[in-house]
């Protein structure tokens, strides 16, 4: 097996693992206000979020950035909170039209937390590694696919109940980001960062 099919797997499968799945929660809730004809969008999103956890990631990995392990892990449900909330608040009519940069912005701010709180886990698969280049990019392309991956799940599962079981668009999007955000919240308590 190839060094970069080795880290495409780690990737790939730390993002698809179920025990992850506070990433998988900020994925769908990035998603929640979208529907299938906004696949174009939720791709910008979701790269907006790889770039910025790819910047933490690296410079976290290479010990160019330092910082408290318990408060990333304590930002990350805050970010799921933040993005959840603010589904809430976002009108149908501003997705269609595509008055949602914002949403962009906060994917990649957002992702740059993620990014740190990958760091420990990639610095643990690297070990002493002379060059970090491959596998760091071999890693991001299979956290890409795997958010991908999840991505389509989701926005499957959406087209069944909008577009067939005539569920409405809002409240599909109110469901599923209230759903995340109290599971947010419940992330948040048990980190006892605040506590």
Not at 36 to 56: C, E, P, R, Y
Not at 67 to 75: M, N, P, Q, S
Not at 129 to 157: W, Y
Request: net charge negative; aromatic share 12%; charged share 10%.
């Amino acid at each position: 097996m190839s060094e970069f099919s080795l880290y495409y797997g780690l990737g790939l499968n730390h993002i698809l693992n179920i025990n992850g799945y506070d990433h998988i929660l900020f994925v769908v809730a990035l998603c929640a206000l979208y529907q299938s004809g906004d696949w174009k969008k939720v791709l910008i999103l979701v790269t907006s979020f790889t770039i910025g956890h790819s910047i933490t990631l690296a410079l976290a990995t290479l010990e160019v950035i330092r910082f408290d392990t318990d408060l990333i892990e304590f930002l990350i449900p805050v970010t799921i909170l933040f993005t959840a909330i603010s589904n809430l608040f976002t009108k149908e009519y501003q997705v269609t039209e595509g008055k949602i940069l914002r949403n962009y912005m906060y994917a990649g701010f957002f992702g740059l937390i993620h990014g740190m709180g990958f760091s420990n886990y990639l610095k643990a698969l690297l070990g002493t590694d002379e060059s970090i280049v491959l596998p760091l990019f071999a890693f991001n392309v299979g956290l890409e696919v795997g958010q991908i991956i999840i991505v389509a799940a989701f926005m499957t599962v959406g087209v069944i109940l909008v577009l067939l079981a005539n569920v409405s668009r809002r409240d599909w999007k109110m469901i599923v980001s209230s759903a995340v955000g109290g599971i947010a919240i419940m992330l948040m308590l048990n980190t006892g960062y605040l506590f």
